[in-house]
C-alpha cells in the first residue's frame, strides 16, 4: 500500500494502530512487526511515527493500548502521538479488556489498565469531572464521543480530536 499515494487522493489516511496479521480493510496498518499484511513497519512507543501531523482521518486500536507501557507517561505520550498524526476532528476509536476484568488480568503483557475514569484524563470538558482529571497532566485534548464497558469484559472508546486551546488550561 502506498501511503503518500492515498495521502494525496484521499486527503487523509485510516490508520489500523498494532493490526498486525488482522488489518481492518481500507485501513493502513502500522505494526511492530514485520508481517506481509503490516504496510508501516514501525514500533507505535518509539516516537515521531514515520506520518506526517494531521493525516490520519479515522484510527483504530483493538486490543493495543492495554499494551501500552504507562511508565514515564508513556501512554501519556502514546496519545499525544496519535492526536498528532489526527486531522482535526478525526476520531480515534479503542477497544480493549477492561482493566478490572479476567481478560485483562490474565495476559502477562497487559501493563496498562484502562477502565471508563481513564478518558477522563483526555478531555478537558469531559462533564463528569469538570475537566479536573485532565488539569493533572494536561496531555494533548480529546473529546469523549463515545464510552460503553462492561468489567467483566471489554471497554469500548470513541474519542475525537480537538484542537489546542490554552483555556483548557
Known amino acids: 500500500m502506498n501511503v503518500d499515494k492515498l495521502l494525496k487522493e484521499r486527503q487523509g489516511i485510516r490508520l489500523d494502530i498494532g493490526g498486525g496479521g488482522n488489518p481492518q480493510a481500507g485501513f493502513v496498518n502500522m505494526d ?23 493525516c ?9 493500548v492495554e499494551h ?9 505520550k502514546f496519545m499525544n502521538e496519535v492526536w498528532r498524526v489526527m486531522k482535526p476532528d478525526g476520531e480515534f476509536m479503542i477497544a480493549a479488556p477492561h482493566g478490572s476484568s479476567q481478560g485483562y488480568l490474565q ?3 497487559h501493563c496498562n489498565p484502562c477502565n471508563e475514569s481513564t ?18 497532566y494536561k496531555p494533548k485534548p480529546w473529546r469523549l464521543k463515545y464510552l460503553a464497558w462492561d468489567p467483566s469484559a471489554n471497554i469500548e472508546v470513541v474519542l475525537v480530536k480537538r484542537r489546542e486551546d490554552r483555556s483548557y488550561e
Open 56 to 64: 490520519v482521518l479515522v484510527a483504530m486500536a483493538s486490543h493495543l
Open 119 to 136: 478518558w477522563a484524563y483526555f478531555d478537558p470538558l469531559e462533564p463528569n469531572s469538570g475537566g479536573v482529571l485532565y488539569r493533572i
Open 107 to 109: 495476559d502477562p503483557t
Open 68 to 76: 501500552i507501557n504507562p511508565v514515564d507517561f508513556g501512554f501519556i
Open 32 to 54: 511492530m512487526r514485520d508481517l506481509p499484511e503490516v504496510d508501516i513497519v514501525h514500533n507505535c512507543t518509539d516516537y515521531p511515527w514515520p506520518l506526517p501531523d494531521d
